[in-house]
């Protein structure tokens, strides 16, 4: 995927996770779950064979959002995991990780 639509996608994921920290309708919140949930998915897509650490998180972050089956953590706990996931997003961006190389150049492990 292209790299300008993924970095797009996480800041509009960082600064509507940031925006849960107001006070808003609970509309709002539903809608960041849907949005959320979609844009994680895209992230773990388009990384699954490249970095398994970051589509491990980005997968099981979708998993934890996702407004079908929801799971309450009670509104303090939902703060920091908005600021975790914004920082995290964010930081994304910019950090280039090294893909962990589990085989020799044999091919064994």
Known sequence: MEKIIL???KLILSLL????LLS??????ELVR???MIGFGVLAYDIREKDK???VL??????LVNPFFKIALGRELWNV???IWAILLISS???RRKPINYYNKQGSV
């Open 7 to 9: 970095i797009s996608i």
């Open 17 to 20: 996770f940031v925006g849960c």
């Open 24 to 29: 808003w309708p609970y509309s709002y919140f």
């Open 34 to 36: 849907f949005i959320g």
């Open 53 to 55: 650490f970051w589509f």
């Open 58 to 63: 980005w997968l099981s972050s979708a998993t």
């Open 81 to 83: 995991i908005d600021v």
């Open 93 to 95: 961006i910019f950090l």
